[in-house]
């Protein structure tokens, strides 16, 4: 059982920037797929990024070159940088694993003004 403690978001300016960490536990890290997902109001829940046991990255269109998604297997903990924020990154974050069935951590809010 993997357990996933997702953070980091909060309120920015567009063009700011956040970092949002999701810290694992409970099984081998380093074995997992992580990455994040992205639920805004009143849409359907979409991958963001992914980062491999190898760190083999995926990125959704709307944000290559803006985020960036990295893991340390040392602090069992996988990141999310976003840069260049937009008011349509506004959403609840969640981290994801993947190692024969999936986890979820519990969401962290980002908002982004115009």
């Known amino acids: 059982q993997l357990q996933l403690v997702d953070s980091g978001g909060g309120l920015v300016q567009a063009g700011g920037s956040l970092r949002l960490s999701c810290v694992a536990s409970?099984?081998?890290?380093?074995?997992?797929?992580m990455g994040w997902y992205r639920q805004a109001p009143g849409k359907e829940r979409e991958l963001v990024a992914t980062?491999?046991?190898?760190?083999?990255?995926n990125y959704v269109d709307a944000v290559k070159g803006r985020f960036t998604i990295s893991r340390d297997n040392a602090k069992n903990t996988v990141y999310l940088q976003m840069n260049s924020l937009k008011p349509d990154d506004t959403a609840v974050y969640y981290c994801?694993?993947?190692?024969?069935?999936?986890?979820w951590g519990q969401g962290t809010q980002v908002t982004v003004s115009s």
């Open positions: 994801w694993g993947y190692y024969a069935r999936e986890y």
């Open positions: 409970g099984s081998i890290f380093s074995m997992y797929q």
């Open positions: 980062i491999t046991s190898s760190s083999r990255t």
